[in-house]
Nanobody
């Protein structure tokens, strides 16, 4: 059974940074594509960053150049470094294997405001 535990969210001013972490169990993060998703207020969940099993990164347009996805093989974790945060990045962030239909974790809330 795949389980996901996200952490690292918080309150930050525009231009600030946050690093999100995701502890993954039940599947190896290097064996599958892992995605970071976010749900903005009043909008459906969207994929913002992913890292393939071979380590190729891909980003949604609005976060490209600001967010960096990475993983730790030994700890079986996935990370999302978010830089130059904007108020429109405010939302709840989740990690999940991109191609697996599993239960979402609880996510972690990110609030960007002055």
């Amino acid at each position: 059974q795949v389980q996901l535990v996200e952490s690292g969210g918080g309150f930050v001013q525009p231009g600030g940074s946050l690093r999100l972490s995701c502890i993954v169990s039940g599947i190896r993060v290097v064996a599958t594509a892992m995605g970071w998703y976010r749900q903005l207020p009043g909008k459906p969940r969207e994929l913002v960053a992913e890292i393939s099993s071979s380590g190729i990164e891909n980003y949604e347009g609005s976060v490209k150049g600001r967010f960096i996805v990475s993983r730790d093989r030994d700890k079986n974790m996935v990370f999302l470094q978010m830089n130059n945060l904007k108020p429109e990045d405010t939302g709840r962030y989740y990690c999940k294997p991109k191609y697996r239909a599993i239960t979402w974790g609880q996510g972690t809330q990110d609030t960007v405001s002055s």
